[in-house]
């Protein structure tokens, strides 16, 4: 569905009537194309004393060819007109809540000399790691302070905490990478938590096969894409009335359709039967309609070694919705799932993580009333719905190889909407 203020907002007369009336201003989101850098511009890095991911985040800046200044970088003044494309600061040192101050002062002075869309990453150590109660409120600290970067760095930026655990620094570049590329344009405010693996971390897809509910339209089309594009082979699941639909999609990127109902009582030993019989097994699954396969795939084996399942929540899953406490229940019951399975498959080697959306423009939002579609639009540091896509992008970073220090994790794709925690 097309979002005719977000247009008219981006004209000459637009642009000056919202600057004037102080109407919202949402620009057009930076969003991946392939071959694009994964940052492309100038990275401000810097760290609070004592921070212990130093080495690992240069190593990474490095990796993704960044032009990097301040820490392991080239120097710059501050009142010079140098301009960023992101600042990284390593908070993880800061162990007393005094110390915060540091946060600040690496990021006031620069703040207004960023581009459109920039990315402020925060990166700390995990409050439940913490040494003690004082290190633990500081680092907790860091998510108020990284949720009002994200209200206030407008212009299409956004701004996110990683949370490392001790010896999980060998995992972060899958999540740093997300979080500084445009593959993240509609996630802001939001905190990831990198757990340790013994996983070694390869950023190679080696043809993976991806299972992907609900792939004929909308979110599920473009999970599908985005998987096929990343290199997965994608078995595509609709209802049988979509069978077309989803043949349509799955000849398109080279997968297979499945067309079955997954509310029908044999469907989850069906999926089973025909991932195992077909390929072997499956090595991502991304449950974007319904959610009661889990169980039948984990007891035949299919999920293999460093497997992946992904589930779709809601924000109404997390703030709950007028109207809708049958969907906000579904919804929350996701993130239950997430939380409680993450233990008892992390140390089978698979991991499970959800996204939860917030106003996507889909065919389900266009059936919205005109006035709560607006609204609903709107309410966002973006000022303007996220694009299936977004929800993508955030599935393929859970779904990479070199994501197995991810597990647990509940991300949300709302522009930093109002509603949700
Ligand atoms: N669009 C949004 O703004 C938004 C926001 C939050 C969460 N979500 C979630 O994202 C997911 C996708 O949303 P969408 O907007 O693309 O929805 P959609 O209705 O456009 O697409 C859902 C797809 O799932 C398929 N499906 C439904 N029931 C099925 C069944 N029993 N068996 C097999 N396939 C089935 C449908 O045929 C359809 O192709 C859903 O879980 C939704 O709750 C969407």
Known sequence: MSDNYTKFANSPLGRLLAKNLGLPMPVHLDRYQPGDAVIAGPVLFGSAVEGKLAHSVSGILKN????????????????????FKALVFDASGIKDSADLIKAYQFFNP???KTDLCSRLIVLGTS????????HA?????????????????????????????????????????????????????????ITPSATKVSLNWDKPVALVTGA??????????????????VVGLDIPQLGDDL????????????ALDITAGDAPAKIADYLKSNHG?????????????????????????????????????????MGQTNYAMSKAGVIGMVQSMAKVLGPKNITINAVAPGFIETAMTAAIPFAIREAG????????GGLPEDVAETIAWYASPAAAGLNGNVVRVCGQSLIGA
């Open 64 to 83: 993704v060819n960044a032009d990097v200044y301040g820490l392991g970088g080239k120097s710059f003044a501050a009142d010079g007109d140098q301009k």
């Open 110 to 112: 620069v703040m207004r």
């Open 127 to 134: 409050p439940e790691a913490a040494e003690n109660p004082r």
């Open 137 to 193: 409120t500081a680092q907790r600290a860091l998510e108020g302070f990284t949720r009002s970067l994200g209200k206030e760095i407008k212009r299409g930026g956004t701004a996110n905490l990683i949370y490392v655990a001790p010896g999980a620094e060998d995992q972060l570049e899958a999540t740093l990478r997300f979080f500084l590329s445009p593959r993240s344009a509609y996630v802001s405010g939001q905190v990831a938590r």
């Open 216 to 233: 004929s339209r909308g979110i599920g089309e473009a999970i599908a894409r985005t998987l096929a594009r990343d290199g997965a082979h």
């Open 247 to 258: 043949k349509v999609v799955t000849n398109l990127i080279g997968g297979s359709a499945l």
């Open 281 to 321: 097994g499956v090595d991502i699954v991304v449950h974007n309609a319904g959610e009661r396969i889990n169980d039948a795939l984990i007891a035949q084996g299919a999920i293999r070694d460093n497997g992946r399942i992904i589930c779709v929540s809601s924000i109404s899953g997390i703030a709950g919705n």
């Open 377 to 384: 639009r709107r309410m966002n540091s973006m000022a303007q």
